[in-house]
């Protein structure tokens, strides 16, 4: 039978703050010596009292703007009970009936694996049903018979976001997951690493047969941190719950867990065992209380986000749909490139319209989607610590929009520009690049070729038309590059049918 997937997924965020949710340790624990960011508070002794971080508050309705939610101006906290001894309070201090943000949704486009747009691509919506303000726990480590507990992590400030069950494939999944990945980096809220446990996701997913409505019984996948993990989950539980399904069986409501190595789902828990986490009002905090002039100020720090700069780069500059989702990836590059367009907004034509195209963003784009990522990459540099700058990259590019040196040449000095920081133009007159476009040298270039390969030229004439690439390949190669290809084309094409009268 053929099945309608159903899933919902909940991601827990790591507030990338100094200091923890309630006490003055440090957040920052990842990697750390076990047990070195620990107070009373964080390590849950009798007595100690917990303070709201304010940053994390302000980071929390950050990411319900951006997630288009309404904020709860007026909640409490809740502790959440259940015992786990990484949970060294007995419960998890948490926001329950009031979450700092809810309904709102989350916008994003379903690519292709590479990223690219074709024509199964297509915009689409998730909605968000809350995300709350919680507590990070600490950290078992099983060895053997022992067990060990690093209360770094307890207290870091977490996110839950709440998706509807909203998204219906593998594919949708991952995309939903690397849109909000690339909004917590825009915002500069979190590091959204999932490898080091600062994004984690669980994916709640049911089957049903195709064309009814009623929802199946759900799963819920825990320990997934990488997307391709999500993917890979997802896919396995849609085959597993459909084999299922076929033969007749029910589906267990159970959380499941995902076993990277072997590929496959294992289950950690049946629904029985479901807890009775007893929530009630945290009487230690008071309540959080958000006025509207607060609200405000933190709406004034959220940036342009990557969906909103795409087609700003689509109508403004003129960019194609790829050049744009390639550009604002990552926030830094995005920011890179814009400095390289205002360094040259006075520049060039400025259409009479309204509707004002700059004269070298594409430029800008392909330089810096192509050879500066090969050399970035190349050299495991980021952004913002290379050493051209973008007013420096814009001059490469007037100098080949000019015509004063060719593609290929801007190619030499773009890597020259990597390594040694210097102007475009001062590596051209130094080296010599300038193009060469003065027509008699570049004739007298071609007469050269010309004599050098009699017989390619005797059949071309013979009607061996392809030799023409060749010969106007011989000529580049003695100009040493330097030559304007588009003059060398008709100037050996005008050579070559001279020879036929
Ligand atoms: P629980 O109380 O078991 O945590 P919730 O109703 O809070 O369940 O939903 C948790 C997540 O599961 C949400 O993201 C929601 O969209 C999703 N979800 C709920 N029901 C289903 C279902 N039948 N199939 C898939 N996802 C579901
Ligand atoms: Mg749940
Ligand atoms: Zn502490």
């Given amino acids: 039978m053929d099945y309608d997937i159903i899933i919902g997924i909940e991601t827990h965020v790591e507030l990338d703050t100094h200091s923890k949710m309630f006490c003055t340790c440090s957040a920052n624990g990842f990697g750390a010596e076990p047990n070195v960011h620990v107070c009373p508070t964080c390590a849950g002794m009798p007595g100690a009292l917990p303070v709201i971080n304010k940053r994390a508050v302000e980071f929390s309705m950050m990411l319900g703007v951006a997630l288009n939610c309404s904020i709860n101006q007026h909640t409490f906290w809740e502790r959440k009970s259940y015992w786990y001894p990484d949970l060294p309070k007995g419960y998890q201090i948490t926001q329950y009936q009031y979450p700092m943000c809810y309904d709102g949704y989350l916008e994003f486009d379903v690519r292709d694996l590479s990223g690219g747009w074709n024509e199964q691509s297509y915009r689409k919506r998730v909605r968000i049903r809350r995300a709350h303000l919680e507590e990070d726990t600490g950290k078992l480590t099983h060895a053997g018979r022992s067990s060990y507990v690093d209360y770094n992590r307890s207290g870091v400030p977490l996110l839950e976001i709440v998706t509807e069950p909203d998204i219906f494939n593998a594919h949708e999944a991952y995309a939903y997951l690397s849109a909000l990945q690339d909004i917590v980096r825009y915002l500069g809220i979190s590091t959204g690493d999932m490898e080091k446990g600062a994004m984690r996701c669980e994916p709640n997913m049911s089957l049903r047969p195709k064309g009814t409505d009623a929802f199946g019984t759900k799963v819920e996948i825990k320990n997934l941190n990488s997307l391709s993990a999500v993917r890979g989950a997802i896919a396995y539980e849609a085959k597993r ?105 006075d520049e060039g034509p400025v259409h009479p319209s309204s509707f004002i195209l700059h004269p070298f963003a594409k430029r800008l784009a392909n330089f810096i989607i192509g050879d500066l990522t090969r050399l970035m990459n190349a050299s495991g540099t980021a952004i913002n610590q290379i050493k051209i700058k973008p007013a420096q990259l814009l001059g490469l590019a007037k100098l080949v929009e000019a015509q004063t040196i060719n593609s290929n040449t801007a190619k030499l000095v773009i890597e020259e520009m990597f390594n040694t920081g210097a102007e475009a133009q001062a590596i051209v007159q130094a080296k010599g690049l300038a193009q060469v476009s003065d027509s008699s040298v570049l004739e007298k270039t071609i007469g050269d070729v010309l004599a050098a390969n009699p017989k390619e030229v005797e059949n071309y004439l013979k009607g061996n038309e392809k030799l023409l690439q060749f010969l106007v390949g011989q000529t580049m190669k003695a100009s040493k590059g330097k030559a304007n290809p588009q003059m060398i084309q008709s100037l050996m094409k005008a050579a070559l049918e001279r020879r036929r009268l």
Wanted: no cysteine; hydrophobic share 35%; net charge negative.
């Fill in 241 to 345: 719950q459909s084999a299922a399904l076929d033969k007749g069986e029910k589906i267990r409501q159970v959380t499941l867990g995902w076993d990277d190595v072997r590929g496959v789902t294992v289950v950690q828990r049946e629904k029985e065992d479901a807890h009775d986490y007893r929530y009630f009002p945290e009487p230690d905090l008071p309540p959080l209380d958000v006025s509207d002039a607060w609200l405000d100020e933190v709406r004034a720090q959220v940036p342009e986000l990557p969906i909103a700069k795409q087609a700003r780069y689509q109508s403004e500059f003129g960019l194609s749909a790829y050049d744009a989702v390639q550009l604002t990836n990552n926030k830094a590059v995005a920011e890179w490139f814009e400095k390289g367009i205002s360094a040259g907004k």
